[in-house]
T-cell receptor, first 119, second 115 residues
């Protein structure tokens, strides 16, 4: 089974509108972290936002917020007031802590969602 | 602060040639990761280091791939001999253990094309 599922290969959003990018995950580890990265056409991977499995509040970073529903194992990214520069691939990723000490640091990525912002 | 630095940014080589990709992590970070990104397989972890020691290389596709980290500020990923199926974008990332998020910060990537 896939650990990270992003069901939307592509999304369109009108400029200045909000958009939600879906991400569901699968883990039996009680301690994990969820990340969203943005990859514009230039290719770099840009960290956007993080949600820890024990965090009580949904994470927010500027126009980005994470709709974390632990029981449903979903961590959807919400981008408010979309801008043309938001057009990019967006990747959801999970890190499971695994065992004791430093644990496992492997990030597992979803396939990504290509977001296109329409002027 | 300087981010993760990778070189070269682009590499075009012929099948059978040796390719060396280089990475300088963010100063002070103690974890370093090498990823490969292709259309077919997405982003895959190849290997990661902690304090210069390889921890998990189970993602390295085959013996043609090797990675080293001789010191805290430098790592290499070598492919010898290279094959066309190695064409991909190779990312290096680093992180610092013990911080709340332990976020991995990525370099700009090296686009490798093997002809």
């Amino acid at each position: 089974a896939q650990k990270i599922t992003q069901t939307q290969p592509g999304m369109f959003v009108q400029e200045k509108e909000a958009v939600t990018l879906d991400c569901t995950y699968d883990t039996s580890d009680p301690s994990y972290g969820l990340f969203w990265y943005k990859q514009p056409s230039s290719g770099e991977m840009i960290f956007l936002i993080y949600q820890g499995s024990y965090d009580q509040q949904n994470a927010t970073e500027g126009r980005y917020s994470l709709n974390f529903q632990k029981a449903r194992k979903s961590a959807n990214l919400v981008i408010s007031a979309s801008q043309l520069g938001d057009s990019a691939m967006y990747f959801c990723a999970m890190r499971e802590k695994g065992g004791s000490g430093a644990g496992s640091y492997q990030l597992t990525f979803g396939k990504g969602t290509k977001l296109s912002v329409i002027p | 602060d300087a981010g993760v630095i990778q070189s070269p940014r682009h590499e075009v080589t012929e099948m059978g040639q040796e390719v060396t990709l280089r990475c300088k992590p963010i100063s002070g970070h103690d974890y370093l990761f090498w990823y490969r990104q292709t259309m077919m397989r997405g982003l895959e972890l190849l290997i990661y280091f902690n304090n210069n020691v390889p921890i998990d290389d189970s993602g390295m596709p085959e013996d043609r791939f090797s990675a080293k980290m001789p010191n805290a500020s430098f790592s290499t990923l070598k492919i010898q001999p290279s094959e066309p199926r190695d064409s991909a974008v190779y990312f290096c990332a680093s992180s610092l253990w013990g911080t709340t998020q332990e976020t991995q910060y990525f370099g700009p990537g090296t686009r490798l094309l093997v002809l």
